[in-house]
């Protein structure tokens, strides 16, 4: 059960549009023999396609010659030189970009889902700028994998692509965190559970380079997700349900970046214990 699936990779307005542009970036393709690629993935009908198509159509993403559908040339061009002059910057007002200071930045969020965008925003802005660099994460849990499993399992597979190098520590040892663990620990992506950690229930940690983000939950929200966590030996339907029960009723939850060399050293000393990793990436 999938609770939130509205992230899609691109500008689209639904996930089978994406689909659409997914088997189009193969090559052309007729519009029967899609039908039945989009059928291997989507619970799709003709008519249902056949609207995708013309909308698509109409806004000179696609072009159709003859039975063959493609995607647009100038639409992918132009498309890809707003990515690269987008890319140009940081995307992200990250505070003190002169080497030599120090200072912090806080961000208040409306709810969780405001601030989990955000924060995968943030991070592949982190990743893109550090590419040669280990991101260090302490999560009390792994929550956000299964409410919004869509953008998350994305942010793990580029990782993983890009050989980005990530170790996660999760501070509670349950039945749950030991098959997060075992699902997603590869390569590039390493995963330990430490309890030892003297760190507030209500704090999740990142440290890459000189920066130290803190993200800041209440703490009714952390006592009713560690009792879900505590007794849940797997997750299904009910437990997605209630992950978001709560999740709705987290507020104001905040991100506080902070630059601060000797603070991100110390910490990522701290976090590097649990993982096979070399001085000098330290």
């Given at each position: 059960m999938i609770v939130n699936n509205k992230?899609?990779?691109m500008p689209f307005a639904s996930s089978s549009q994406e689909e659409v542009l997914r088997v189009l970036a193969r090559g052309p393709i007729t519009g029967a023999d899609l039908l039945v690629e989009m059928s291997l993935k989507l619970p799709i009908t003709k008519q249902g396609l056949y609207k995708i198509l013309r909308q698509l159509l109409s806004s000179e993403i696609i072009v159709k010659g003859g039975r063959f559908f493609?995607?647009?040339k100038l639409w992918l061009t132009r498309f890809n030189d707003f990515i690269e002059e987008s890319g140009k910057e940081l995307g992200i007002s990250?505070?003190?970009k002169d080497s030599l200071l120090r200072g912090r930045k806080n961000i208040t969020f409306k709810d969780f889902e405001a601030l989990?965008?955000?924060?995968d925003h943030l991070y592949l802005t982190l990743a893109q700028k550090f590419k040669n660099s280990s991101f260090?994460?302490?999560n009390r849990h792994s929550w956000s994998i299964y409410e919004r499993p869509q953008s998350e399992a994305y942010l793990y597979k580029i990782s993983l692509e890009k050989g980005q190098k990530i170790m996660i520590t999760l501070g509670v040892n349950t039945i749950v965190a030991q098959k997060f663990k075992k699902?997603?620990?590869?390569n590039n992506i390493q995963i330990a559970i430490d309890e030892k950690f003297l760190i507030p229930k209500t704090d999740n940690l990142c440290i890459v380079e000189d920066y130290f983000i803190l993200t800041r939950y209440d703490n009714k929200t952390i006592d009713l997700i560690d009792s879900l966590f505590n007794r849940a030996t797997s997750f299904g339907g009910s437990e997605f349900r209630e992950l978001h029960r709560i999740l709705l009723n987290c507020k104001k939850p905040k991100i506080i970046i902070t630059k601060d060399n000797?603070?991100?050293n110390a910490w990522r000393r701290r976090l590097a214990k649990n993982f096979v990793i070399k001085k000098s990436e330290l």
């Open positions: 992230f899609t990779i493609s995607l647009n990250l505070p003190f989990d965008i955000y924060w260090f994460f302490f699902a997603f620990a590869k000797r603070k991100a």
